[in-house]
């Protein structure tokens, strides 16, 4: 497993002004921490991670002299900007089991193109539970061989054994279907006007 580092600091209650200075407000809790801390994060860092390895990301969190293992447990966001307001943490042992939603990355989908075929996606996560030390960053699943009228269900995904799902056993993930057409625009047909111009002929 790739050890991401997440730096924490200290985050005190008076200043507001830590967003402008490339940071974002969260908290940390769980393990042998009774209650939580509240922190702030580097913000580029943090995006870099979310990027990477997508929303419930696996973390150790080094603040201050401690380095502590957990996972990336809710973001809240601006309801329009869709802006980072505030990230939880939960630190966890490895061997811990945890509920997790797990991104799902479609791959092949260039190869529907030729078939005049696409991917319809129902729901992009999938629900799971098991111990976080077998825990994958995501779940992809190659669709390129995929004929319309194919579902994406749980008999696609190449889960651990003793991670189980949590999710309904009929859920579909996604669809393939019958490309959509595009319009073609009809051309716009100019009239051009003839404009007579008289000219005076002078004897």
């Known amino acids: ?83 980072i307001n505030h990230i939880d943490v939960q630190l966890v042992s490895l061997d811990q089991e945890v509920k997790l939603q797990l991104r799902i990355a479609f791959k092949g989908e260039e190869g529907l193109v030729t078939k005049r075929l696409q991917l319809q996606v129902q729901k992009s996560e999938i629900d799971v539970f098991g111990k976080m030390v077998i825990m994958p960053d995501a779940l992809s699943v190659d669709i390129s061989q995929k004929v319309f009228g194919d579902t994406i269900t749980i008999k696609d995904f190449d889960l651990d054994s003793q991670i189980k799902v949590t999710d309904e056993e009929d859920q579909v993930y996604a669809s393939i279907i019958e490309a959509k057409e595009q319009e073609e625009e009809e051309p716009v047909e100019v009239v051009a006007e003839a404009v007579a111009v008289e000219t005076e002929v002078k004897e």
């Open 1 to 83: 497993m790739e050890k991401i580092i997440l730096n924490a600091f200290e985050r005190p209650v008076t200043n507001k002004r830590f967003r402008e200075d490339g940071f974002i407000a969260g908290v940390i809790y769980g393990g042998n921490d009774k209650e939580a801390t509240s922190v702030k994060f580097e913000l580029v860092a943090l995006k870099k991670i979310l990027q990477k390895h997508g929303s419930n990301a696996k973390v150790y969190i080094q603040y201050g002299e401690d380095k502590k293992f957990g996972f990336i447990k809710e973001i809240q966001r601006h309801p329009v900007s869709a802006i």
